[in-house]
């Protein structure tokens, strides 16, 4: 009897959990991709693959949530449809129906330090990598969109490249202006009525050539 009721109580547990594990990764995750989206002007695929890439990092946090938002509801439903007195009432103890939180919790544990030591990195990673790969793409449709786009030159300094039309399909600027700013304003300035961008990779970074013409 007293097997059955935990197994009864950790049934409880674990619906809840996963509901609330699934709704919430889904809504921190959404929201954790606007700023990418709202910052570099990421395309639908771009923001699709970013938010697949969060959603296991989203996880490690949304975990011990999910586990303490089910473990109210269902401890406080439980009592609250007086089953907490009637098994009080058959001499059945606290602790035994403490045990299916406490088998939560150490899933829970276990799963959190996986996600944290083997699993967010390479999902970090896997981001960082997608981002570099459409470096391209997020510049042009920023200047598509914004009509520049920030290229950062070091702690102190910045470019800021603008242009009349974006053409991201012969890789063509036409009719930019580079501005090289810096703390003491404006360091040096670029117009073209023509311009190649090329992108070469180093590492972590890119690097955008501009051919003018």
Known sequence: MVFTLQRYMF?????????ATVGLTL??????ILGPV????VGP???LHILVYFMPVTLTFVLPMAALFASALSYGRFASDNELDACRASGIG?????YPGLALAVLVA??????SFHVMPYFVHLAERSLKADAKQILFRNIERRG??????????EYLIYA????????TLYGIIVLEASRRGIEDLITSSKTTVRFDSHGATNEVQLLVH
Not at 38 to 41: L, N, P, S
């Open 148 to 157: 520049f786009y920030r290229v950062s030159a070091g702690k102190s300094s």
């Open 164 to 171: 009349d039309y974006p053409d991201l399909k012969n890789d």
């Open 27 to 32: 809504i921190l995750s959404l929201g954790g």
């Open 110 to 115: 276990i799963a959190n330090l996986l996600l």
């Open 38 to 41: 709202q910052e570099y002007g």
């Open 94 to 98: 606290m602790m035994t129906l403490v």
């Open 11 to 19: 049934r409880e547990l674990l619906r809840i959990f996963i509901l």
């Open 45 to 47: 695929r771009q923001a």
